[in-house]
Every structure is written in structure tokens, then in C-alpha cells.
């Protein structure tokens, strides 16, 4: 069964950094593109960056472009989404994807609050 | 990059009926790469329709997928309790898979 567990959301103050991660389970991680997606309150779906297989590709929004850097560990299963210099307006829920036929799998989601 | 329009923004309808939803694209979508998804609050997003007219394992046969170029089409054919939830299309044939804005199908 195909499992994708996001972790490290929480409250952070403007300027500040968090680190996402998404654990995946029940698939050859290496071998899919995976995403980063997220939801802000009332907002619909955004986005948020892409990483092939390998790390050979990677693209971001340009809201969060020179922020957040998106990277995977192959070795753990692991996806990972470094978020610097946060504003108010990525408070949102952040989900990882699996990348195929657009993205077939979803994590629950971790919420981030971007506040004072 | 490709921008996607949805419409209408809320669709009211009652159980049984027949829901429509479109997707603009402002360019041709490459390969028909267009993805339609489900989403209901404090759920995951769930994947409905890739290439813009093949369901996804475990899907209903009454979600259908048409349209190709930049004109796009989500029907249900006849609308189920569990049905009325936020619906969005994606184009994932460029580097930038942007979602379009939505559409609320809500019980009327």
C-alpha cells in the first residue's frame, strides 16, 4: 500500500524557517517524480515545487522561488522541503504527492502557521 | 506557464443530477496532460482523471473526463451524497503544474 506521511509543520514567525518532510512507503521512491503542494485557509490547491528522480529536475512556484528548496533522500524514502524567510501568506497546509498522471498519491497534509 | 480557468465557481445541485464542470486552459495542453481531483476539507486531495479522459484505479464510471487542446470537461453523471466536494483540474505537461481555481459542487 502506497503510504505518503508528511511531519515538521508547526507555528513559526515571520522570517523564520521549518524544514517538511514526507516519508513514503510501498513503492520504489527513486523511482518517481514526487511534489510539493499545498492549501492555504479558504484558497484552493497551489503548487508548490517539483524533483524528479535522480534530483536531475527541479522547479518551484514563483511565490516561493529563492525560499524554499525542495530535495529527496533516496536511501531513507524521504522528501524534504526547506522553507526559509516565511510570510504570512504560506500559512497553508503542505502535502506531497507522487508525480504520475499528474500526482496519483497524496499525504494527509502538515499544517504551517506563519505568525507573530 | 499555463493558466487554468474553472467554472462555474459553485455548482448547486441535488442528489441524482447531472454535474458539468469545465477547464480553459490559456495554451494547448501538451498531450492532454490534464488532471482532474477531489477534495474534501481535512482530506487528501484524491486523484479522479488523468489524461484528460482515463479514471483512476478504483474510480466510478460515473466520473467521466472529455476535451483536449484547451477545453476541458468533468461530468457526473448522477450525483452521489459523497460527491459534493471542491473539484480541480491540472495540466502536469510543463514544468509548472498549476492548478485551475476550483469548482464547489454543493448540495442545492
Known amino acids: 500500500e502506497v503510504q505518503l506521511v508528511e511531519s515538521g509543520g508547526g507555528l513559526v514567525q515571520p522570517g523564520g524557517s521549518l524544514r517538511l518532510s514526507c516519508a513514503a512507503s510501498?513503492?520504489?521512491?527513486?523511482?518517481?517524480?514526487m511534489n510539493w503542494v499545498r492549501q492555504a485557509p479558504g484558497k484552493g490547491l497551489e503548487w508548490v515545487s517539483s524533483?524528479?528522480?535522480?534530483?536531475?529536475?527541479?522547479s518551484y512556484a514563483d511565490s516561493v522561488k529563492g525560499r524554499f528548496t525542495i530535495s529527496r533522500d533516496d536511501a531513507k524514502n524521504s522528501l524534504f522541503l526547506q522553507m526559509n524567510g516565511l510570510r504570512g501568506e504560506d500559512t497553508a497546509v503542505y502535502y506531497c504527492?507522487?508525480?504520475?498522471?499528474?500526482?496519483?498519491?497524496w499525504g494527509q497534509g502538515t499544517p504551517v502557521t506563519v505568525s507573530s | 506557464e499555463i493558466v487554468l480557468t474553472q467554472s462555474p465557481g459553485t455548482l448547486s445541485l441535488s442528489p441524482g443530477e447531472r454535474a458539468t464542470l469545465s477547464c480553459r486552459a490559456s495554451?494547448?495542453?501538451?498531450?492532454?496532460?490534464l488532471a482532474w481531483y477531489q477534495h474534501k476539507p481535512g482530506r487528501a486531495p484524491r486523484l479522479l482523471i488523468f489524461?484528460?479522459?482515463t479514471r483512476a484505479t478504483g474510480i466510478p464510471d460515473r466520473f467521466s473526463g472529455s476535451g483536449s487542446g484547451t477545453d476541458f470537461t468533468l461530468t457526473i453523471s448522477r450525483l452521489e451524497p459523497e460527491d459534493f466536494a471542491v473539484y480541480y483540474c491540472?495540466?502536469?505537461?510543463?514544468?509548472?503544474?498549476?492548478f485551475g481555481g476550483g469548482t464547489k459542487v454543493e448540495i442545492k
Open positions: 524533483i524528479s528522480s535522480s534530483s536531475s529536475y527541479i
Open positions: 495554451q494547448s495542453v501538451s498531450s492532454n496532460f
Open positions: 510501498g513503492f520504489i521512491f527513486r523511482s518517481y517524480s
Open positions: 504527492a507522487r508525480n504520475w498522471g499528474g500526482s496519483d498519491f
Open positions: 489524461g484528460a479522459s
Open positions: 491540472q495540466q502536469y505537461g510543463d514544468s509548472f503544474p498549476l
